[in-house]
């Protein structure tokens, strides 16, 4: 309890200490408007300066502030600084999922995750049940921490405490955000394998799973000795195991006896037709696309591709070449259409392990694989039962015949991405053509 001196006014006496608050906690040799715009000067001048140094803000000679890529992807997604420098330092085209996950536990967001009393041995303990090792020194670290929840996480490993839990949460919640900025960030340098890695990671933080494990095990009560009941008969009384959703959704088809019979004896009624409700929702889209030259009348078809193909593999179709000029914008016209749609709530995500509602979302990544170069990258929702987004591209600056691949990528499931070839034959431009660019 704070007592005044009785000579003293009570609103005098808090003045004062109000005053001398100010000057101690802002380091002010006192609160006249010289000594308040001095310090205000140097605060705006350490945050350019930090902002500059993290790749933020370019400041040019006449003293113009200018935002980056970065600066603008910090903005955005309500990033520190700092961690966005880290994304330029440490990512690079060839990060797998193993680096992305460090590089993710390394952001600033984390820093202040608690790391409670003796939580360091229960990090220690939990080090020893997760795949991926971690520095031993560091169990002390909120980052670390980091690692350990998300890797947890994805294992379906119980956690030593209610704390835990609720650290996770806060863990998940933020990692969407950033793992966006991180995808941006990659997209923005033109790495179209680590873009789909990135995509990979923000899946396995929807499902709770890890990437490559069988896909099937994302479906409600299935557990790793429900695999081999996926499995279909063959001629000669062999049989074939199902290891993908796709293939599962094909062959049951919309029949619920389907699934009856290979899981009868393995799972109660009820939960089978749980796993048969959440398979029938997963979203089924048939997929068209349309190349359209963006400066002239010139189209080129490409054929429809159903979602169902068991391998995300078009090579069975013969493939059609189209005749486009060099360096000219493009634009890749998609048609999506849900075939299983029946209602708004399919929009959700199912994503039990996942702390909030999620709404499905879809990447559609342009590459070109054999220089592992992002042609372009654009995000979908499908809210209804058919979207219509459009993709913008150039075309190469020297002819001859190039694929570029069409990923269209879930942003929520594992195991249901698709793939299609664009068969390019680059001619050179017609000198009209290149007059109307010019």
């Known amino acids: 309890m704070l007592c005044f001196s009785s000579h003293l006014k009570p609103n005098t ?77 440490e990512l690079n085209e060839k990060s797998g999922i193993k680096e992305l996950l460090n590089i993710l536990s390394k952001a600033q967001e984390y820093a202040e995750l608690p790391v409670r009393h003796n939580e360091d041995q229960l990090n220690s303990d939990l080090a020893k049940q997760v795949p991926l090792e971690v520095n031993s020194h560091t169990f002390d670290s909120s980052h670390t921490k980091t690692h350990l929840l998300l890797q947890a996480h994805f294992s379906g490993i119980t956690l030593p405490s209610s704390d835990y839990y609720t650290d996770t949460k806060s863990v998940l919640d933020q990692a969407i955000r950033i793992l966006q900025a991180m995808l941006d960030t990659c997209a923005d340098q033109g790495w179209v394998v680590t873009s789909l890695y990135v995509i990979n990671l923000l899946q396995m933080v929807i499902q709770g799973h890890w990437c490559n494990k069988n896909t099937l095990l994302t479906l409600p009560h299935v557990m790793p000795y429900h695999l081999n009941c996926f499995r279909i008969s063959k001629k000669g009384g062999h049989h074939e195991v199902l290891d993908s959703l796709p293939e599962l959704i094909a062959v049951t088809d919309g029949k619920f006896e389907f699934l009856l019979d290979m899981l009868k004896g393995e799972m109660t009624h009820g939960h089978i037709e749980q796993v048969y409700q959440v398979l029938t929702k997963l979203p089924q889209l048939e997929v068209n696309l349309k190349v359209k030259n963006s400066n002239s009348e010139g189209s080129g078809q490409i054929e429809s591709i159903p979602v169902l193909i068991s391998k ?12 486009v000029f060099t360096d000219q914008e493009y634009t890749l016209q998609v048609k999506l259409t849900r075939i299983n749609k029946s209602g708004k709530s399919d929009s959700k995500a199912y994503s039990p392990k996942f702390p909030k509602v999620k709404d499905e979302g879809w990447f559609l990544v342009i590459g070109d694989i054999e220089n592992r170069e992002l042609i372009a990258l654009k995000r979908v929702t499908c809210q209804s039962n058919q979207s219509h987004p459009q993709v913008a591209f150039f075309t190469p600056e020297l002819s001859g015949r190039v694929i570029y691949t069409l990923y269209l990528m879930s942003d929520s499931y594992l195991g249901i991405d698709q793939q299609f070839d664009i068969c390019l034959d680059v001619i050179p431009s017609p000198p009209l053509a290149e007059s109307k660019i010019n």
């Open 312 to 323: 995300s593999d078009s090579s069975h179709l013969s493939r059609k070449w189209i005749k």
């Open 13 to 89: 006496s808090i003045n004062t200490t109000l005053v001398n608050i100010r000057h101690s906690y802002y380091d002010l040799d006192s609160t006249d408007f010289d000594s308040i715009n001095k310090y205000l000067s140097g605060l705006v001048e350490k945050c350019i300066f930090d902002l500059s140094c993290s790749g933020c803000i370019i400041v040019s000679e006449d003293h113009k502030v200018e935002a980056t890529t970065l600066g603008r992807i910090a903005s955005y997604y309500y990033l520190n600084h700092k961690t966005v420098k880290m994304f330029q330092e």
